[in-house]
């Protein structure tokens, strides 16, 4: 029997604790040796809960149990998860998490502990909730030199955009939805700010590029900005409002990694992207464009990711190295402003007076534009070309628009 230990009983821990108990069967047969599930870990008590009698609050239970091959962290954050994570690996244990901060954070770190204790520390559950992409990046795709990571990787902050996007809802009644669905971080903010994508990219730039990025390099702007206004402009366009986090490889070997809205056009696959969903585009050389789609964030869904590294973590008593990067640092970074692309600009003004400085610009409109409003797609520019340009107008919203 491998023995499991949770830390953590929150929405991510108790689907943990169903679908490890739930498909026991299932993961016997599939497996040929039992998982179970011995202590939960949680401050809080759950009476009613059918797990009740595994409840603990004391971690050195676990630590010292030597029957516990596998913790689960699902406590979230960087607190008591970071030592707790660092106990139990000290203590020759397996850990598997859904924590994309404390990766983001301390992932470098956490897996040198690993490799020196000879045991796991999976996190396929902290990139897309549901979705298998950690381990096609960094196995099925091993044979490219991937160059660029897109993705809608918030579920909560598409959840809002798709709303606002079809239904015309306001960002807070969109918002109050998704965290009664169980989607939003504790702290929401985590969300629409950006901070959880951020976080997400950067833990696939260090799997596809070999160096840890840091969540403070990562140049970070969430949904707050936009507005219903920006939404219908873009929809006149033929395009959608998207939180996108996006890594590239740059021909010198440093890494560009950012967060921002941006307007997809509807002939990409990412502008289908609604609701809960995450979706993320990897280019490698040799396959091209590849994309994962699924549930980013739930119960259940990220359950599914957690327990399936809980089997791998089982099934590989010994430690084979799963991942390993280097440790990073501002050498590794480029800043997203050299990176050219077309942008969208709202300000105050006219058709007139944006020709003269942007003279290619592609004037948008929609129903109700005030007149002194103006809304317009540039040429390719840098950020600091657009800026020069923009001189003396006053904007609105910038945002990006993907190629
Ligand atoms: N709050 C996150 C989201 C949960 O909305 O995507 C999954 O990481």
Redesign the pocket.
């Known amino acids: 029997m491998i023995q499991v230990a949770i830390l953590g009983f929150g929405t991510v821990g108790s689907g943990v604790a169903e679908v490890l108990t739930g498909h026991e069967e299932l993961i016997r047969r599939r497996t040929g040796q039992p998982y179970g599930i011995k202590y939960i870990l949680d401050v809080r008590d759950f009476p009613d809960s059918p797990f009740s009698s595994l409840l603990i609050n004391d971690f050195s239970v676990i630590e010292e149990d030597p029957e516990i091959q596998v913790v689960v962290e699902t406590i979230g954050g960087t607190g008591v998860a970071y030592d707790f994570t660092r106990r139990a690996l000290s203590a020759g244990k397996n850990v598997v998490t ?1 924590n ?1 901060e404390l990766v983001a954070c301390h992932g470098y770190e956490l897996l040198q502990l690993a490799k020196e204790h000879k045991v796991s520390y999976l996190f396929e ?5 549901g979705i298998p992409v950690i381990h096609p990046l960094s196995q099925c795709l091993t044979a490219n030199e991937v160059t660029e990571i897109t993705g809608i ?7 809002i955009l798709t709303r606002m996007i079809g239904e015309g809802l306001s960002f807070e009644a969109a918002l109050k939805e ?1 965290q009664e669905n169980g ?3 504790r702290d ?1 903010s ?2 629409i700010d950006g901070d ?2 951020c976080r ?1 990219i950067c833990i696939l730039a260090a799997v596809a590029f070999g160096r840890h990025v840091y969540p403070v390099q990562v140049p970070t702007d969430g949904i707050t900005d936009v507005t219903l206004p920006d939404v219908d402009y873009a929809d006149s366009a033929g395009k959608k409002i998207k939180l996108l986090g996006r890594c590239m490889k740059n021909q010198d070997g440093t890494v560009t990694a950012f967060v921002a809205p941006h307007l997809v056009d509807q002939s990409d696959p990412l502008a289908s992207v609604t609701d ?1 969903f ?1 979706a993320i585009k990897i280019h490698g050389d040799a396959v091209g464009d590849v994309m994962f789609y699924g549930a ?3 119960k259940l869904p ?1 359950a599914s990711a957690v327990v399936s590294d809980v089997i791998e973590a089982g099934e590989n008593a010994g430690g084979k190295i799963q991942y390993d990067w280097e440790d990073g640092g501002d050498d590794v970074m480029t800043p997203p402003d050299e990176l050219r692309s077309s942008w969208y600009v709202r300000s105050d003004g006219t058709a007139e007076s944006v020709h003269t400085t942007f003279p290619d610009a592609g004037i948008l409109a929609r129903h109700g534009q005030p007149d002194d409003e103006v809304a317009f797609l540039t040429g390719p520019m840098t950020r600091s070309e657009l800026e020069n340009s923009l001189n003396g107008m006053e904007c609105r919203s910038v945002f990006r628009v993907l190629d």
């Open positions: 859904s994309k559950a902290s990139v897309g909730g990787l918030n579920g909560t902050t598409n959840y998704a989607y939003a971080e929401p985590a969300d959880d994508a997400k809960v995450n980013g964030a739930g990220t």
